[in-house]
């Protein structure tokens, strides 16, 4: 029996290690969407990622019998202690093979580090905070996960309340497609709402982009303020998301509720590029742009990503509003899938009227804790 090693990710060789091991562990799970390493490269950078301005975080590795067998990210997000009132850290980018004593030990090394940092809290998966791909999927395996949403093999649940954590919060993912909703009736209800609340939609501008993305980025921060586990964006953060966001989005489902002239809510969908980052196995070359731009243009699933209303108009339907307004565009731009994620488990409100316009709930992600 090989002991467990823990390593800290510091120089080339390591960090390529934690960059490299899902691309290993998940070859026999063809529903994982490999994302671009690229991408990955930025997210982990702690030197120049915006995230880690208010954030410091230790990258650690299991090794046994000489081998790397899984990867964990203990995090300190003060941004969130600020807001959220807590002395909570975070664990996060946590993949391992099917050994219990293995996850334990990283899981554990997280913990100790983050307890070294003042924590009394430790919570996750999130990678690296509930902005940005978070959760543990534990139910749902059947299909591949969507654009910015987490895959992982159902054993993860296992290993993860083996090593001595539980349930925090549930959050919710529902399918439904654009042809199924009662278009005319949801339609009907949603116009009657904004003529009442003067509530105008309208598509983002992209000659704009950069005021309109100013104007979302303070609505996103209000609208969320009261949500578990919600962490504010900084101004950087956000500014990059919807950089990186523009290449792929399509202007009619992002769409900007005014009330003279005030943003008052927003509602963001992206197509699933999921579906051609498949083919591109996390490489952009030699082939792998090739294979998303080709892809890329049979792309007719669709995922609402954020919705949120600054709390005045939160009551009044006005969500409900731009779902339909997100659907009715969707259905005109040829999209016909779309999945509405994440919904935490005790937002009423949102529940119901998903489920009232027909949509149907067919993924669960969970967040542990350990305290």
């Given at each position: 029996?090989?002991?467990?090693?823990i390593?800290?990710?510091?120089?080339r060789?390591?960090?390529k290690?934690?960059?490299?091991?899902?691309?290993?562990?998940?070859?026999?799970?063809?529903?994982?969407v490999?994302?671009?390493?690229?991408?990955?490269?930025?997210?982990?950078d702690r030197?120049?990622h915006?995230?880690?301005?208010?954030?410091?975080?230790?990258f650690l590795?299991?090794?046994?019998?000489?081998r790397?067998?899984g990867?964990?990210?203990?995090?300190?997000?003060?941004?969130?202690n600020?807001?959220q009132g807590?002395q909570?850290?975070?664990?996060?980018?946590?993949?391992?093979?099917?050994?219990?004593?293995?996850a334990?030990a990283l899981?554990?090394?997280?913990?100790?580090?983050a307890?070294?940092?003042?924590?009394r809290?430790?919570?996750g998966?999130?990678n690296p905070?509930?902005?940005?791909?978070?959760?543990?999927?534990?139910?749902?395996?059947?299909?591949?996960?969507?654009?910015m949403m987490t895959?992982n093999?159902?054993?993860y649940?296992?290993?993860?309340?083996g090593?001595?954590?539980?349930?925090a919060?549930d959050?919710?993912?529902?399918?439904?497609?654009?042809?199924?909703?009662a278009?005319?009736?949801?339609?009907?209800?949603?116009?009657?709402?904004?003529?009442?609340?003067?509530?105008?939609v309208r598509?983002?501008?992209?000659?704009r982009?950069?005021?309109?993305?100013?104007?979302?980025w303070?609505?996103?921060?209000a609208?969320?303020?009261?949500?578990w586990?919600f962490v504010?964006?900084t101004r950087?953060?956000?500014?990059?998301?919807?950089?990186?966001?523009?290449?792929?989005?399509d202007?009619?489902?992002?769409?900007?509720?005014?009330?003279g002239?005030?943003?008052?809510g927003f509602a963001?969908?992206?197509?699933?590029f999921?579906?051609a980052?498949?083919?591109?196995?996390?490489?952009l070359?030699?082939?792998g742009?090739?294979?998303i731009?080709?892809y890329?243009?049979l792309?007719?699933?669709?995922?609402v990503?954020?919705l949120?209303v600054v709390e005045?108009?939160?009551?009044?339907g006005?969500?409900?509003?731009?779902?339909?307004?997100?659907?009715?565009?969707?259905?005109?731009?040829?999209?016909?899938?779309c999945e509405?994620s994440?919904?935490?488990?005790d937002n009423?409100?949102?529940?119901?009227?998903?489920e009232?316009m027909?949509?149907?709930?067919?993924k669960?992600?969970?967040?542990?804790?350990?305290?």
């Amino acid at each position: 029996m090989h002991n467990v090693e823990i390593l800290r990710v510091g120089d080339r060789t390591s960090r390529k290690q934690f960059l490299e091991l899902p691309y290993r562990l998940y070859r026999q799970y063809p529903n994982w969407v490999p994302p671009l390493r690229v991408a990955q490269k930025e997210l982990f950078d702690r030197d120049k990622h915006p995230f880690y301005a208010n954030a410091s975080a230790e990258f650690l590795l299991a090794r046994r019998g000489g081998r790397v067998t899984g990867r964990v990210a203990a995090i300190l997000d003060r941004n969130h202690n600020r807001f959220q009132g807590e002395q909570a850290a975070f664990f996060g980018f946590f993949e391992c093979e099917d050994h219990q004593e293995t996850a334990n030990a990283l899981l554990g090394a997280a913990r100790d580090w983050a307890a070294g940092q003042g924590a009394r809290v430790f919570r996750g998966p999130v990678n690296p905070s509930t902005n940005y791909e978070c959760g543990l999927l534990v139910d749902g395996f059947g299909s591949p996960p969507v654009i910015m949403m987490t895959y992982n093999p159902p054993y993860y649940e296992r290993l993860i309340e083996g090593a001595g954590l539980r349930k925090a919060k549930d959050l919710y993912a529902y399918i439904s497609s654009t042809r199924a909703v009662a278009a005319e009736k949801v339609e009907r209800v949603a116009d009657r709402v904004l003529a009442a609340k003067a509530v105008r939609v309208r598509p983002i501008d992209l000659k704009r982009f950069g005021e309109d993305v100013e104007k979302v980025w303070t609505v996103y921060n209000a609208a969320w303020a009261r949500n578990w586990g919600f962490v504010p964006m900084t101004r950087e953060e956000f500014l990059l998301s919807a950089k990186e966001m523009k290449q792929i989005l399509d202007p009619q489902l992002v769409l900007l509720g005014e009330v003279g002239g005030r943003v008052v809510g927003f509602a963001l969908a992206l197509p699933d590029f999921n579906v051609a980052l498949r083919r591109a196995k996390g490489r952009l070359f030699p082939f792998g742009l090739l294979q998303i731009l080709y892809y890329g243009r049979l792309i007719t699933n669709m995922r609402v990503l954020a919705l949120g209303v600054v709390e005045e108009y939160r009551t009044a339907g006005v969500a409900a509003a731009f779902y339909a307004a997100l659907i009715r565009n969707g259905r005109r731009r040829g999209y016909d899938l779309c999945e509405m994620s994440w919904i935490l488990e005790d937002n009423v409100l949102m529940n119901r009227s998903l489920e009232a316009m027909g949509a149907r709930r067919y993924k669960t992600y969970r967040i542990y804790e350990w305290n």
